[in-house]
């Protein structure tokens, strides 16, 4: 924003005696923009392919502090807390990975992880969406002043990716 000559502050086209602080609102859309992508890497972590993702997901072996782990010790029984505790960041006796992440994963399903992900999005993408719109559109070639389309393909980037 620095480099493009954005302004600590300006005055609004629109009403001229409000201000409008830029820096402010390029990080209250942007952080909660970061929480969703970091979300989303998380549940990609667990739910997709090598083939789809590009990588093997090891938050459950390596005990990550991932939305999915909090998530399931948020809604898990007793007794799923018990497989999660027992399995969640564990490898296997001979050092491979697949009964115990099998397990946990096993409870992600139970507890409807999936479901709970996509209302999460959603939700995520209504609400960034919504911080968007809270920018004072400009004029088409007013230079210095924040954009919406620039957070908008920043949006519609990571919405619904899925690798």
């Known amino acids: 924003m620095h480099m493009c000559h954005i302004p600590e502050s300006y005055a609004s086209d629109s009403s001229p005696s409000t201000t409008i602080h830029p820096y402010t609102l390029a ?10 992508f970091q979300i989303q890497d998380d549940f990609l972590d667990y739910s997709g392919t090598p083939e789809q993702i590009g990588k093997v997901g090891t938050d459950i072996v390596d ?3 991932s939305w999915c782990i909090n998530t399931a010790l948020a809604l898990a029984s007793p007794l799923q ?3 999660l505790d027992e399995n969640y960041g564990k490898k296997e006796e001979d050092g491979t990975i697949g009964e115990r992440e099998k397990r946990v994963k096993e409870v992600y399903e139970a507890i409807g992880l999936r479901e709970r992900y996509a209302e999460y999005e959603e939700a995520s993408y209504v609400r960034i969406l919504g911080l ?8 088409a070639g007013q230079e210095g002043v924040l954009r919406r389309e620039v957070f908008r393909s920043f949006l519609e980037k990571i919405y619904k990716r899925t690798k």
């Open 81 to 83: 807390r018990q497989i």
């Open 63 to 65: 005990n990550k502090c």
């Open 27 to 36: 990080s209250n859309i942007l952080i909660p923009l970061g929480e969703y």
């Open 132 to 139: 968007i719109e809270s920018i004072p559109e400009a004029d």
